[in-house]
């Protein structure tokens, strides 16, 4: 079985653009979590999403992040008018329910010029 | 708060010993705990979990102990090989809380 996979892997984009990150979680699962890692720190819980529904976003910033999880395709989190201090390592996670496991993908890796 | 922490961040052992390290953690309502490791510039791999019905989980080489009393939890490893140099987050995940992380680098 694959594993949770996201892409791009690495990410340049300079100061005012938007970056969309994607996120497949694997197979059979319908939860996906997105953290955010800055150098040197441990992961920063961003948002829980089910297909369709944002579950908890408590950890998002209020201003120019988004995330979705549509009924097919990816999960997307979409950062707009992006800044220097964006620049860090997005993980996607995905559980089969809320109560099992989160497996982690590779990571996308962003960075604002 | 709640909060997941490492009492230690980084952690030098040498080939063939064991190695333990551990995290504590705040809130008594947690229930289900995972250990992960991470490699530099991947993502954290799931090494072990324990729910709070237990005390003890053995893996291959890996063994946690949760103790609730003390709120305390710890990863031990067998035999620690210099692959298993990295670092190590314990994670409360129905809180989303991960801790630092305890580096760990295994002298050849």
């Known amino acids: 079985n694959a594993g949770v996979m996201q892409n791009p892997r690495h990410l340049v984009r300079r100061r005012g653009q938007e970056a969309r990150l994607r996120c497949s979680p694997m197979k059979g699962h319908s939860h996906v979590y997105w953290y955010r890692q800055l150098p040197e720190e441990g992961l920063k819980f961003m948002v829980y999403?089910?297909?369709?529904?944002?579950?908890?976003e408590s950890g998002m910033p209020k201003e120019r992040f988004s995330a979705e999880f549509p009924k097919e395709g990816p999960s997307i989190l979409r950062i707009q008018q992006v800044v220097r201090g964006d620049s860090a390592a997005y993980f996607c996670?995905?559980?089969?329910?809320?109560?099992?496991?989160?497996?982690f993908g590779p990571g996308t890796r962003l960075t604002v010029l | 708060g709640e909060s997941v922490g490492l009492h230690l961040p980084t952690l030098s052992v040498q080939e063939g010993d064991n190695s333990i390290i551990n995290c504590a953690y705040s809130?008594?309502?947690?229930?289900?705990f995972i250990w992960y490791k991470q490699e530099s510039g991947k993502g954290p791999q799931f090494i072990i979990d324990?729910?709070?019905?237990?005390d003890k989980r053995q893996g291959q080489r890996v063994t946690v102990l949760l103790n609730k009393t003390v709120k305390h939890l710890s990863l031990q490893i067998a035999a620690t090989q210099p692959g298993d140099s990295a670092v190590y987050f314990c994670a409360e995940i129905h809180q989303f809380y991960f801790g630092t992380g305890t580096s760990l680098t295994v002298i050849p």
């Open positions: 324990i729910r709070s019905n237990m």
């Open positions: 996670a995905s559980s089969r329910g809320e109560e099992d496991t989160q497996y």
């Open positions: 809130n008594s309502a947690s229930d289900y």
């Open positions: 999403l089910q297909k369709e529904n944002i579950i908890d």
